[in-house]
């Protein structure tokens, strides 16, 4: 893995992006229809994803595959477990 963690800020940066568009739906747009929730979310997705993937190349010049898969799923459970019990706890 990379030893210097400041190359991972960008990548805890993006999934914590990404965890506000798939669930913040859940509290923060209730009132709206599920299509306007959708297209918010995809919206949001969609910024995230533009980052994402230069992002990923350059890991990849660093990083094997493998060594990048597991980073972004140790990344995304670092990011949307904490998310998920400060903001998607029921009011």
């Not at 747009?29 to 350059?58: C, H, M, T």
Request: aromatic share 14%; hydrophobic share 45%; charged share 10%.
């Amino acid at each position: 893995m990379v030893s210097n963690s400041s190359h991972n800020l960008p990548v805890h940066v993006l999934e914590c992006v990404h965890a506000f568009a798939w669930y913040s739906h859940l509290r923060n747009w209730g009132d709206k229809k599920w299509y306007i929730a959708a297209v918010l979310s995809w919206g949001i997705a969609l910024f995230e994803y533009l980052f994402q993937v230069p992002a990923n190349r350059a890991g990849y010049a660093a990083l094997s595959l493998p060594q990048l898969k597991v980073l972004q799923e140790v990344t995304t459970l670092s990011v949307v477990a904490p998310y998920a019990s400060c903001t998607c706890t029921r009011r």
